[in-house]
C-alpha cells in the first residue's frame, strides 16, 4: 500500500484504445508508476483530471472530435500543477515546439518505441524536458527570445489553428466538415485559408489541398 500511494499517478489520453491498452502495460511494469485514468477525447481528459487528480498526462495530439494542443494548452491554464507530456504519431520537427508552447513538458513520437516513452516518462516527472537529441538544439532556438519562429518546414510559419485546417484539408475534409470539427463558421474556414494561402505563397484552394496531401505522406501522417 505504501508504494501505491507513492507511485506518481498518470493519465494516458488517446482515442485509440489498443494504444492506451499498451502505454499502461508499459507502466505497469514500473513499481513507482500508477495509471489512474484513460480519456479518449478533450472534454473527458479534463474530467478525468479533476476526478482523479494526476501528476502526469499523457497526450496524443490527434484526439476524437478534438486536438491535442488545445488540450496541452488548457491542462496549462486549469492545472498549472499537472505535469504534461506529448506522445503522438505526427512528425517532432512540426509539432514538439508547439506542445512546449502549449504547457507540455516534453514530446515523444510513438514509433520510438517503449523505452523511449519510459524514458520520457521519467524525464518529466524528475521536472526535465524530454525531447529527441535532434530536436533539442531546433527548439532551444525557437524557444528563445527574438528566437526564430519559421523553420525549414513551411507549415512553421502557421499558427496551431492554421495548422489543423491544413492537416484536415489534407485529408480531404470539405469546408463544412472542417468547420464542425473545428467548431467555427464556414466563413472562418475560409479567413484561415485566405492566411494559409497568402503564408505559403499559394493561389488556390486546390493548391493547398495538393501541399497539405504531400506534407501529410512525407511526415508518416497518411491522409
Known amino acids: 500500500m505504501e508504494n501505491l500511494q507513492s507511485a506518481t499517478r498518470l493519465l494516458i489520453v488517446d482515442d485509440h484504445p489498443l494504444v492506451r491498452s499498451g502505454i499502461k502495460a508499459l507502466i505497469q511494469l514500473e513499481d513507482d508508476l500508477e495509471v489512474c485514468g484513460e480519456a479518449e477525447d478533450h472534454l473527458e481528459a479534463l474530467d478525468e483530471i ?4 494526476p501528476d502526469l498526462v ?10 491535442g494542443l488545445n488540450l496541452l494548452r488548457d491542462i496549462s491554464q486549469q492545472h498549472p500543477n499537472v505535469q504534461t507530456l506529448a506522445v503522438s504519431m505526427h512528425d517532432e520537427r512540426t509539432y514538439a515546439v508547439r506542445c512546449l508552447k502549449a504547457g507540455a513538458k516534453g514530446y515523444v513520437m510513438k514509433q520510438e518505441g517503449t523505452e523511449k516513452i519510459r524514458d520520457a516518462i521519467r524525464h518529466v516527472i524528475s521536472g526535465k524536458t524530454y525531447l529527441s537529441p535532434k530536436m533539442t538544439e531546433s527548439a532551444v532556438e525557437q524557444l528563445a527570445p527574438g528566437g526564430a519562429q519559421i523553420g525549414a518546414n513551411p507549415t512553421d510559419a502557421l499558427s496551431n489553428r492554421e495548422l489543423e485546417l491544413f492537416q484536415l484539408t489534407g485529408q480531404g475534409k470539405e469546408i463544412s466538415e472542417i468547420a464542425e470539427i473545428m467548431k467555427i463558421s464556414p466563413r ?3 479567413v484561415h485559408r485566405s492566411h494559409i494561402k497568402k503564408k505559403l505563397g499559394l493561389k488556390t484552394s486546390t493548391d493547398i489541398f495538393q501541399m497539405a496531401y504531400d506534407w501529410l505522406r512525407q511526415s508518416g501522417m497518411q491522409p
Open 50 to 53: 479533476n476526478l482523479k487528480k
Open 58 to 67: 499523457l497526450v496524443d495530439l490527434s484526439l476524437k472530435n478534438s486536438n
Open 188 to 190: 472562418t474556414v475560409e
